[in-house]
């Protein structure tokens, strides 16, 4: 009786985030949200750690079509980390073993979101950004970058300036 009060207690330490679940990836809104189906109800995942260009800032369109081009009706694994304040799920999608947020990062399409991104790996992926705005990869291939925002899809959203601006 003692072993199983104890197994008990242990199990309710383990956080249910370790927990990930499969689905498939059936539309991509932008570079960081997409839209799964898990036991036959779509989910909306905004991916964890990271702020993509979105419609209308430079390089947008090429970060949702590297998205895309990574999971677009394929099987994914979904570590949810979070709700956001739209209701949707924060989490860590991985393909084929891979997480998508850090695979878009490689490619130089999402920056760390510092704020939100608390995990280990994130100093990693920010280290990754690091590479991939010197060796220009995606967005880090323009010219110069909304100096406001120093690039960061989520400062640039806040100023007008920043908006509608074509980079390449």
Same mark, same amino acid.
């Given at each position: 009786?003692?072993?199983?009060?104890?197994?008990?207690f242990l199990l309710l330490a383990i956080p249910a985030t370790c927990y990930s679940w499969p689905a498939k990836v059936v539309s991509v809104a932008?570079?960081?949200?997409?839209?799964? !189906?898990? @036991? $036959?109800?779509?989910?909306?995942?905004?991916? #964890?750690?990271?702020?993509?260009?979105?419609?209308?800032?430079?390089?947008g369109e090429q970060a949702k079509a590297l998205a895309s081009a990574l999971v677009a009706?394929?099987?994914?694994?979904?570590?949810?980390?979070d709700i956001d304040r739209y209701g949707r799920v924060v989490g860590l999608v991985k393909v084929d073993g891979q997480s998508l947020s850090e695979?878009? !990062?490689? @490619? $130089?399409y999402?920056?760390?979101?510092?704020? #939100?991104?608390?995990?280990?790996f994130c100093t990693d992926w920010s280290k990754q950004v690091g590479v991939a705005r010197q060796q220009k990869k995606g967005m880090w291939q323009?010219?110069?970058?909304?100096?406001?925002?120093?690039?960061?899809?989520?400062?640039?959203?806040?100023?007008?300036?920043?908006?509608n601006q074509s980079l390449q």
């Open positions: 009786m003692r072993f199983r009060f104890i197994l008990f932008d570079g960081d949200t997409i839209t799964v !189906v898990h @036991n $036959g109800q779509q989910k909306i995942i905004r991916l #964890y750690g990271i702020d993509c260009p979105e419609k209308g800032q430079s390089h009706g394929r099987n994914v694994e979904v570590e949810q980390k695979l878009i !990062v490689q @490619n $130089g999402a920056w760390v979101y510092p704020k #939100y991104c608390k995990e280990k323009a010219q110069w970058l909304c100096l406001l925002g120093n690039g960061e899809p989520h400062k640039e959203r806040k100023s007008k300036l920043c908006r």
